[in-house]
């Protein structure tokens, strides 16, 4: 997969893709990245990418015509149509469904906005979605853009080892949190490690971490739990949670 980001800040992009899983993922050739900086398209001796909003009002407005450049410039790097997303808060707020979607695609760009935001016409004219990272106003798109990078880096195929296979994540296909994790000791001043995982019955070690699964998703993230759409066994493992069963743990 290819990813072009365009960002006044290219070398907080370079960082970002440099460590880490989606180093890897570059490493082993299964995602290229590039940054392209508006700058590099701007005019004149100040090489200027933004200006005042027309109307008043405070803060800076990204001109049309560097960012339409520098997406022209990363679209025309490589044959195959990109995907052009605008990262900011008023987009639709990204979920691991839509980072399925995006990862399951050949490319893409990235547009990150600075300053009170992007002239309106451009992303008419070049944009095809607004993706939110949350319900909160960071000062530029490029957090954002590092956290769609790596969550769909790390589905691409070869880029996880089997160790940390995605699958079993929070919001895997089953939508769920993930259950609690323990490692040595068994004994420490802070707890002990439940007897479950210590028992080597693997049937009752996985129906304990669904449970926990469905418990913590309950309990942290109801609106995630639609209980209708699950199974009886399921429903059965989520009542002895709620209903205090030792078994259940002690968690939360
Ligand atoms: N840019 C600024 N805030 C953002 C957010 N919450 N999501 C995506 N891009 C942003």
Not at 66 to 82: H, K, N, V
Not at 121 to 138: F, K, M, N, P, T
Request: with cysteine; proline share 6%; aromatic share 6%.
């Amino acid at each position: 997969m290819r990813i072009d980001v365009v960002s006044l800040f290219p070398e907080f992009i370079a960082q970002c893709a440099a460590v880490g899983v989606v180093g890897r993922a570059r490493e082993r050739g299964l995602l290229t990245l590039q940054a392209w900086n508006p700058r590099d398209h701007a005019e004149g001796n100040y090489r200027r990418v933004d200006d005042r909003p027309f109307g008043g009002g405070p803060g800076m407005v990204m001109l049309i015509d560097p960012l339409r450049a520098a997406i022209q410039a990363a679209r025309a790097a490589d044959p195959r149509p990109a995907r052009v997303i605008y990262m900011s808060p008023q987009g639709r707020p990204l979920t691991q469904a839509r980072v399925r979607e995006l990862a399951a695609r050949e490319r893409m760009i990235l547009l990150c906005g600075r300053y009170e935001g992007v002239d309106e016409r451009l992303l008419q004219a070049e944009v095809d979605e607004e993706l939110s990272i949350g319900d909160y106003v960071l000062s530029g798109g490029e957090l954002a853009a590092a956290v769609v990078v790596d969550a769909v880096a790390r589905l691409q195929d070869g880029v996880l080892n089997d160790a940390e296979s995605a699958t079993q994540d929070s919001f895997g296909d089953d939508g769920l949190l993930d259950c609690p994790h323990y490692t040595r000791p068994v004994e420490h001043a802070l707890g002990k490690v439940p007897d479950v995982l210590l028992s080597g019955n693997h049937a009752e070690i996985a129906k304990w971490r669904r449970q926990q699964a469905l418990g913590r998703t309950w309990r942290r993230r109801p609106d995630l739990l639609d209980a209708s759409a699950l199974g009886k066994a399921d429903r059965r493992l989520l009542e002895a949670y709620r209903a205090g069963d030792p078994a259940s743990g002690t968690d939360d």
